[in-house]
């Protein structure tokens, strides 16, 4: 699956002078491991707006005219560094799983300018490790709000509770 690049952004794409250099990136965030900022596809570490990015191998989502509206925005699949991944992931608790999804930006700076930013999110069983490759799906939807769709416990409500 795909994301969506506005109109705009195709032609602003499509019109690139061939001199700039476009690099693709993807930041995941979650709580308990918190930034893991990867460059996709380079031979070496850069820095954009001050922040490092670590060079790694990986296919991003590719740009197409879907819209942004739809649910399932792509998956990252990530070449010979599913050691590394397993070792962040494994620092999440059990309940900052439940609590809190891994957030994902995908950004592209063109001659180290920020040109798109897109905010998704990594879904409970969003991540498949293999022995060659690591893969996150992207989702557009929160997957901790959809997760909860019961009713907090409230004593003023039921009955028989008791606070603490």
């Known amino acids: 699956m795909a994301i969506g690049y506005s109109q705009?952004?195709?032609?602003?794409?499509?019109?690139?002078?061939a001199d700039?250099?476009?690099?693709?990136?993807?930041?995941?965030?979650?709580?308990?491991?918190?930034y893991i900022r990867l460059l996709a596809n380079q031979f070496s570490d850069q820095v954009f707006e001050g922040v490092s990015y670590q060079a790694a191998s990986m296919q991003l989502p590719k740009v197409t005219s879907q819209s942004t509206d739809d649910t399932r925005a792509g998956?990252?699949?990530?070449?010979?560094?599913?050691?590394?991944?397993?070792?962040?992931?494994?620092?999440?608790?059990?309940?900052?799983?439940?609590?809190?999804p891994i957030k994902a930006?995908?950004?592209?700076?063109?001659?180290?300018?920020?040109?798109?930013?897109?905010?998704?999110y990594v879904g409970r069983d969003g991540?498949?490790?293999?022995?060659?490759?690591?893969?996150?799906?992207?989702?557009?939807?929160?997957?901790?709000?959809?997760?909860?769709e019961g009713a907090f416990y409230d004593p003023s409500v039921f009955l028989g509770l008791q606070t603490s």
Not at 20 to 34: A, K, W
Not at 75 to 100: C, D, E, M, N, W
Not at 106 to 119: A, H, P
């Open 105 to 120: 930006t995908l950004r592209q700076f063109q001659s180290g300018v920020k040109t798109y930013e897109r905010r998704l």
């Open 8 to 17: 705009q952004q195709k032609e602003f794409l499509a019109k690139r002078p």
């Open 127 to 148: 991540v498949s490790i293999g022995v060659d490759n690591a893969e996150f799906r992207l989702s557009v939807d929160n997957p901790a709000k959809l997760a909860n």
């Open 75 to 100: 998956s990252v699949i990530f070449g010979r560094i599913g050691v590394i991944v397993r070792q962040k992931l494994l620092q999440i608790t059990p309940l900052g799983a439940i609590k809190y």
């Open 20 to 34: 700039v250099i476009q690099y693709d990136t993807v930041e995941f965030f979650h709580p308990d491991f918190g």
